[in-house]
């Protein structure tokens, strides 16, 4: 079965572990919170509640590509009680943030699109957007969110980045991750990277599985620009704390 190109992603692994990353994180009074690619918006409104929710001082934006998502989000957020000091904005990454001002934020989260999608993709199949936002190797839109990063948290107090996504080569994936940073900035991120063991795959069986998942075969991968066969992949939990 084919999934529409709007719909939204289900609550999953990827998104429990990032619940219960946020719910580890220290709560400060006139925190901003900020869930990018936020979905139904679950990951952010979990973190308003673990903060004792939304005050005066605090603030909570859930930015998504996705329409649809928008919908879910708002809904969310007047089913959980959340009426002021909230926002649903939809766009393309940080350029979402647009539309009600570029802030800085104490905390991000994010579950981006990881899974890795041939460099032609038939119109026929038309792969939900955030099954398709991967790119050729599942981090393009990583290295859009590292790029930036660092322009949307506090200066003037530790900030941090949660992230749960996947990623090649997971022993390496500190340093990877870091060059994704602009250059002037990488000194003043620390990173950190947590994954299980038992989570491991080559990238042929990875591959298959997303395959079998989506229903169906692809017979056009582009080897050209694809990491290595003997590549590993690991599901991650990011920490990236601004000092």
Not at 117 to 141: E, K, T
Not at 185 to 195: H, Q
Not at 212 to 231: M, W
Request: aromatic letters at 6%; hydrophobic letters at 45%.
């Amino acid at each position: 079965m084919r999934l529409p190109r709007n719909a939204i992603m289900p609550v999953g692994y990827d998104t429990l572990e990032l619940l219960s990353l946020s719910a580890g994180v220290r709560r400060n009074p006139g925190e901003r919170v900020l869930d990018m690619c936020c979905g139904s918006g679950i990951q952010g409104i979990f973190a308003v509640f673990c903060r004792n929710g939304l005050d005066d001082d605090n603030e909570l934006v859930l930015a998504d590509i996705n329409e649809r998502a928008m919908h879910f989000a708002v809904a969310n957020l007047a089913l959980n009680g959340i009426h002021r000091g909230a926002w649903a904005v939809r766009g393309d990454l940080f350029g979402a943030l647009d539309i009600i001002g570029c802030k800085k934020f104490d905390l991000v989260l994010s579950n981006p699109p990881f899974v890795a999608v041939p460099s032609y993709v038939s119109p026929q199949l038309q792969p939900a957007l955030y099954a398709i936002g991967g790119g050729v190797d599942g981090m393009y839109v990583l290295r859009r969110i590292m790029a930036k990063c660092l322009d949307f948290l506090q200066t003037n107090k530790i900030s941090m980045m949660l992230m749960v996504t996947e990623v090649p080569n997971v022993q390496e994936s500190c340093t990877m991750l870091r060059s994704f940073l602009p250059v002037e900035k990488r000194c003043r991120a620390r990173i950190r990277v947590a994954y299980v063991d038992e989570d491991v795959e080559t990238t042929e069986s990875y591959s298959h599985e997303r395959e079998v998942e989506a229903g169906i075969e692809i017979a056009t991968r582009d080897g050209s620009v694809a990491v290595s066969s003997h590549a590993i992949y690991k599901r991650v939990s990011i920490f990236d704390d601004l000092r």
